[in-house]
C-alpha cells in the first residue's frame, strides 16, 4: 500500500514537472508572451486530467508534495525584501500610495462592473478580492457571502493575465521603474505574479512580494465597506 | 544571510512549478465560470491591466517627484 501511494504521489509530481518543463522550453524557444509556463503547464494538467479520466481532487492530493513547498517558498520572499530595506524606508510612501490607489481601483471598478452587469451580490463579492493573494481572498469572500470557489477561480486567473502580461504592459504603460514595477505586480496579480517579478530583478520581486502583502490587509480592511454598496 | 540566500533564491525560483497545481484547480469550475464568462472576462482582463498602471505609475510619479525636489 505504501509502495503504491508513493507511486501515486510520483506520477502527478513527474507530471507537473515534465508539463513545467515543456512551457519552459517553449518559453525559451519562441518568445510569444502566451508560451507561459504557468499558463502552458496548467492547461497541459488540466488536457491530461481530462483525458485520464482523473478527477482533480486525486491529482491534488497526489501533487500535495509540490504545493507543500509553496511555503517555505513564501516565507523565502522575506530575503529579498530583508535586501531591499533601505531602497524599501527609503521610498515608503511612493510605495504605500502606489498600491492604495491600485487597491481602490480594483475595487472601484469590480463594484461598477457587478452594477453594470447585475450580476447578484454574491457573484460581485467574490470577485472584489480579485486582486489579492487567495489566502486573504478567500477569506474576504467567505465572510461576505461570497462563492469561494468562484473567488480562488477569478484570483488565479487575474493571477497569470499579470504574470503573462507584466513585462509587455511595463512598457505600454511606461513603468520603467524597478520599485514602480514590482509595486504594480504585487498589486494586481498577487504571488502568480510576483514569480514574474523575481525574474525580472531582486528590486522588481522584493517590491511586488512587499504589495501582496499590503494590498491583501487594504483589500481586507475595504471589502466589507464596499460590500455595502452592492445592492443585496 | 549568506547561509539561507541560496536556498531561497532556489525556493522562489520554483513558483511557477509549484502554482500549476493549484491554477489547474480551476478545471473544477469551468461551469461557474463559463456561466458568467462576460463579466468575468470584463472584470479579469481590463481591471487587472488597469490596476497595474495605476499602481505602476503612482508609484513611479512619486518617487519622481521627490527625486526633483
Known amino acids: 500500500m505504501s509502495d503504491f501511494l508513493s507511486l501515486t504521489s510520483v506520477w502527478a509530481a513527474v507530471l507537473t514537472l515534465g508539463v513545467f518543463l515543456l512551457g519552459n522550453w517553449l518559453n525559451t524557444k519562441a518568445k510569444a508572451v502566451w508560451c507561459n509556463p504557468i499558463l502552458i503547464g496548467s492547461i497541459l494538467v488540466i488536457f491530461v486530467l481530462r483525458l485520464g479520466g482523473v478527477p482533480y481532487s486525486e491529482y491534488k492530493e497526489a501533487a500535495s508534495v509540490l504545493t507543500w513547498l509553496v511555503l517555505p517558498a513564501t516565507v523565502s520572499l522575506a530575503i529579498p525584501l530583508y535586501e531591499q530595506w533601505v531602497l524599501l524606508s527609503k521610498h515608503m510612501f511612493s510605495i504605500l500610495a502606489g498600491i492604495l490607489c491600485g487597491v481602490l481601483v480594483s475595487i472601484g471598478c469590480v463594484l461598477g462592473l457587478s452594477r453594470i452587469f447585475h450580476l447578484n451580490h454574491s457573484f460581485a463579492v467574490s470577485m472584489l478580492p480579485k486582486s489579492v493573494t487567495s489566502a486573504i481572498g478567500m477569506d474576504i469572500s467567505a465572510q461576505l457571502g461570497g462563492i469561494s470557489s468562484l473567488t480562488v477561480s477569478v484570483i488565479i486567473l487575474s493571477g497569470i493575465i499579470g504574470n503573462l502580461l507584466s513585462p509587455v504592459l511595463c512598457k505600454v504603460l511606461h513603468i520603467t521603474n524597478p520599485i514602480a514595477k514590482g509595486v504594480a505586480i504585487g498589486t494586481s496579480s498577487h504571488a502568480i505574479g510576483t514569480s514574474k517579478a523575481l525574474e525580472m530583478g531582486q528590486i522588481e520581486g522584493a517590491m511586488s512580494s512587499l504589495a501582496i502583502a499590503v494590498a491583501g490587509i487594504i483589500t481586507a480592511i475595504l471589502c466589507p465597506l464596499a460590500a455595502s454598496f452592492l445592492p443585496l | ?69
Open chain 2, 1 to 69: 544571510m549568506d547561509q539561507v540566500k541560496n536556498a531561497g533564491a532556489f525556493l522562489t525560483g520554483l513558483f511557477p512549478l509549484l502554482f500549476i497545481p493549484g491554477a489547474a484547480g480551476i478545471m473544477e469550475f469551468f461551469p461557474i465560470l463559463l456561466s458568467l464568462w462576460l463579466p468575468i472576462l470584463i472584470i479579469l482582463i481590463p481591471v487587472t491591466i488597469l490596476v497595474f498602471g495605476v499602481a505602476g505609475n503612482v508609484t513611479q510619479w512619486f518617487i519622481g517627484r521627490k527625486n526633483c525636489v
